[in-house]
């Protein structure tokens, strides 16, 4: 039986309660929109990409514990990263929360959204916690219209 | 609202409630076999009959008994099988029309559900009697399953919807209603009970205020079925419709009644098998009702078990189910009401079985997370009603739902999970 707190780690807690990079980007080159229809999350990411490096990023929207934290743990990693590294980084963080098979190394790239591995457990909150991701990788297509994970 | 109940003495709940109409839930339960299971090692405490509803052994019994002994093809075959078939399929026809008192088993339709239902309505009598400029006038706390088929019959006849607004309790504004009705008004359709948010809706007075200007009115009655007794002739409404499986019935079953003047008028829904006289190249016949409404081969053992259903709840008796519902919902709504960071949508004064809430600081989504550890089955999210939650300025609740089958100490396992809840994110 998957227990609770592999899921509600205290570090997603805590993301959730206070999310970092919680802003709308003035200076964003990039955005795009994501939108979770099974349970109404709806989060605008933005990214600031100087030649292809992520100079700032940042994300505004609701939703729920593990999709905000999500959110927020991605603009921390991804800050300074090129936008090749991001998409790299999004197919080993799908990898974990599917609980798919990871090559080595895999874990130590993902560093600290390692916390996430107990979302596995969890089946239905497989979409909450890349809905983020998946605005991201919309938003480097610079694609217009809104993201769904159904 | 909130404040009221949580002063509300523990004292005012007769002792015996549990009790209510002289039937034993405890007993009743036993009736419910998927009630018996341990879900992630706990007892199971399904509180999403909204969503839909369990199925008593008797339920289970006759659609099984339908394939093992009856199956055939009905209204077709000269065979003994196919006549048994008939007969019982229409016996459960004559079963829903005494459930809902009808004034003939020719006005029901069976359907798909509810969805159906509607469907049906909109692209039959709304096709043919909506134009340029018309006006279909629905409610604020419509189920996406009566905006969606209006917005299709809108947008292909270049037609307007029009939606009566609700107040912070959820419920229906009856002045503003009346004051929608405009000449230009061609279809009502209306929610008999909230799904997102309980509310019931005034139904007689909106049916006198919509036929006073002659426009027919349509009832969306998926969550009225299962808790309160339905008349449609003392109602007068013009259709009724709702889904066999919130009323401990199977999926994929519903009702249509809609009175026969109309229905008769109506063009067919779909063309097929069994919904005609005689079809040349030429020219098709159809069939007389219900069944020009009726086409392919129907859902036989879906309605016999609907009809097993009705006979079920009959024998229980429906008030008694209703009081007993409504003595869990104010129970719920006093334990739920009293937790610290809780507030409830959807405190209208008339409500029935449904109770919507929110947490500070916690998504409903995680809501729906944690309780399920515990064995317990809510739902979370929009509840197929987005507009209502927009009204509400959420993003989504958590619903717990009552049915015949639920206790008092389901109530209070919820209410520990939610104090669960608020530790986890404490």
Redesign the interface.
């Known amino acids: 039986?998957?227990d609770?707190r592999d899921?509600?780690q205290d570090v997603i807690?805590e993301h959730s309660?206070a999310p970092r990079n919680f802003r709308e980007l003035s200076a964003a080159n990039h955005k795009a929109e994501g939108y979770n229809p099974?349970?109404?999350?709806?989060f605008t990411v933005y990214v600031d990409i100087d030649g292809d490096s992520i100079r700032d990023i940042g994300f505004q929207g609701?939703?729920?514990?593990?999709s905000?934290a999500s959110a927020s743990m991605m603009t921390q990693i991804l800050k300074g990263k090129s936008t090749a590294e991001a998409e790299q980084l999004f197919a080993r963080f799908h990898k974990l929360v599917t609980g798919a098979p990871t090559a080595n190394g895999d874990q130590t790239e993902l560093g600290k959204l390692a916390v996430f591995s107990g979302v596995s457990e969890?089946p239905?909150?497989v979409k909450?916690a890349t809905l983020a991701w998946h605005t991201l990788h919309a938003a480097l297509e610079g694609k217009q219209q809104t993201v769904s994970t159904e | 609202m909130t404040s009221v109940a949580r002063r509300l003495p523990t004292v005012l709940r007769p002792p015996q409630a549990q009790n209510i109409g002289g039937f034993d839930v405890e007993k009743l339960r036993r009736d419910f076999p998927i009630l018996k299971q341990k879900i992630?090692?706990r007892r199971l405490v399904y509180l999403d009959n909204a969503a839909t509803s369990q199925k008593p052994q008797a339920v289970i019994d006759a659609i099984s008994h339908y394939y093992e002994r009856d199956n055939s093809n009905v209204h077709r075959g000269v065979h003994y099988l196919s006549e048994r078939a008939t007969e019982e399929f229409e016996n459960a026809r004559q079963t829903v029309q005494r459930f809902i008192n009808a004034a003939s088993a020719s006005e029901i339709i069976f359907t798909r559900g509810t969805t159906e239902g509607i469907n049906l309505v909109a692209q039959t009598y709304g096709r043919t009697h909506v134009g340029p400029g018309d006006e279909i006038l629905v409610t604020a706390l419509e189920h996406h399953s009566n905006i969606v088929p209006w917005q299709l019959l809108r947008d292909e006849k270049g037609a307007k919807l029009r939606v009566a607004p609700v107040n912070d309790s959820g419920e229906l504004l009856l002045e503003e209603f009346e004051k929608l009705l405009s000449p230009r008004t061609n279809i009502v359709a209306v929610t008999h009970i909230s799904n997102a948010i309980g509310t019931v809706i005034p139904l007689r007075q909106i049916i006198e205020m919509a036929h006073r200007r002659n426009v027919p009115v349509l009832v969306d009655g998926a969550q009225a079925v299962p808790h309160l007794t339905v008349d449609v002739q003392a109602l007068d409404c013009d259709f009724y419709t709702f889904s066999s499986h919130k009323l401990y019935g199977p999926t994929g079953m519903g009702v249509l009644y809609g009175k026969s003047a109309l229905l008769d008028a109506m063009p067919p829904y779909q063309g097929g098998g069994d919904m005609i006289s005689s079809v040349t190249f030429e020219k098709t016949t159809y069939n007389k009702l219900p069944y020009k409404f009726e086409a392919g081969t129907p859902h036989v053992a879906g309605a016999i078990g609907l009809g097993a259903a009705i006979d079920y709840v009959n024998a229980l008796g429906i008030e008694n189910l209703a009081a007993h519902e409504h003595d869990l919902l104010a129970y719920a709504t006093e334990k739920v009401s009293a937790l610290p960071g809780i507030r409830v949508i959807g405190t209208a004064k008339e409500k029935a079985a449904v109770l919507s809430f929110v947490l500070d600081?916690?998504?409903?989504?995680?809501v729906g997370?944690?309780l399920d550890?515990e064995g317990i089955a809510i739902r979370?999210?929009?509840h197929c009603a987005?507009p209502v939650?927009q009204r509400f300025e959420v993003?989504?609740t958590a619903r717990a739902s009552f049915a015949l089958y639920n206790t008092r100490e389901e109530v209070d396992v919820l209410v520990e999970g939610l104090q669960r809840v608020q530790e986890?994110?404490a």
């Open positions: 039986m998957p609770l899921l509600y807690l309660k099974l349970c109404g999350d709806h609701s939703g729920c514990a593990i905000k969890f239905v909150r909450c | 992630r090692g600081g916690v998504h409903p989504h995680d997370t944690i550890q979370t999210g929009h987005q939650m993003p989504a986890v994110f």
